[in-house]
């Protein structure tokens, strides 16, 4: 506990007696929670796996934080990284996608919203594509859907299972019909995936929308959430102003979802792992 204390408080501005009484506090060492909205020190957010210990909230991971959350250590190896998006459109909306892109990459350090990779868990070698919502909201545009197609005709070769993590708004709309193409390439290598008997689990995180929802995030053989993860093709107005009807309470939760049949489970980050560790092993 005093190591503890120790590490929270070492790098706060204490003043000098009689001077004005000011505490500088790094930037990023508190975070607030989007549920409760309790102050939480970052890291001992990290080390409980970005949960609030207040309401037990699944805040986002980033792209590291989730590879390393579930596969053995130092086991991942990046694949097709080189695919990266480019502009073809010219588009410009408040900004040009190129400086979008731009942005993008400096505050993430990634060069696109998914990364994908080889890795084991408990020595099972398998295929992991993670989404980062930092990156354009994770959403899925060409150089997305090459990543994940990839992967998954990758892992068909090598016959291993694919593990898939979302988190997007949808499709990329600086990219047009473009990023909406991926929907069907993406399931189509998919569809080559299951007629080689190999599993594909998807994780769905908070929040997964649009046409990820429709396309590969929500046709695996089993179909894992996160508590509260919100769910769905259009945000619940849209809905609700499109069908003029009063929607059910929480009707886009991981958790009404599961209860309709859309998804399998409803499994707390801390016991992820394991539970992705059994179902490799019992769809071995």
Not at 94 to 100: F, G, L, M, P
Not at 251 to 264: N, S, V, W, Y
Not at 267 to 279: A, I, P, T, Y
């Amino acid at each position: 506990m005093a190591l503890f204390a120790e590490k929270r408080y070492a790098s706060l501005h204490v003043p000098a007696p009689g001077s004005e009484r000011k505490m500088v506090v790094p930037e990023g060492s508190w975070v607030k929670c989007r549920s409760c909205g309790k102050t939480l020190y970052t890291d001992r957010l990290e080390d409980n796996l970005m949960v609030c210990w207040y309401c037990n909230c699944h805040l986002s991971m980033t792209a590291e934080q989730r590879v390393e959350s579930l596969t053995d250590p130092d086991s991942f190896h990046l694949l097709c990284d080189e695919v990266v998006s480019v502009d073809r459109l010219n588009f410009v909306d408040s900004k040009s996608y190129k400086v979008r892109l731009k942005e993008s990459r400096s505050k993430t350090s990634l060069k696109e919203a998914v990364v994908c990779g080889e890795a084991t868990l408990d020595g099972r070698r398998f295929a992991l594509g993670v989404m980062d919502f930092r990156f354009m909201g994770a959403s899925m545009g060409s150089a997305v859907g090459e990543r994940i197609t990839r992967l998954v005709e990758h892992a068909t070769a090598e016959k291993l299972p694919v593990v898939m993590v979302t988190a997007s708004g949808g499709a990329r709309m600086q990219e047009g019909i473009l990023s909406l193409m991926q929907m069907a390439k993406t399931c189509g290598a998919l569809e080559r995936h299951a007629e080689a008997k190999l599993p594909y689990i998807t994780i769905l995180a908070h929040p997964t929308y649009g046409g990820v929802t429709a396309s590969f995030a929500t046709i695996g053989d089993v179909i894992i959430a996160e508590p509260g993860a919100m769910i769905g093709f259009a945000g619940p107005r849209v809905i609700q102003e499109t069908t003029n009807s009063k929607l059910p309470e929480g009707f886009q939760t991981a958790e009404f979802l599961m209860d309709k049949g859309l998804i399998d489970m409803v499994v707390e980050r801390k016991n992820l792992k394991r539970e992705l560790s059994l179902l490799l092993d019992y769809l071995d």
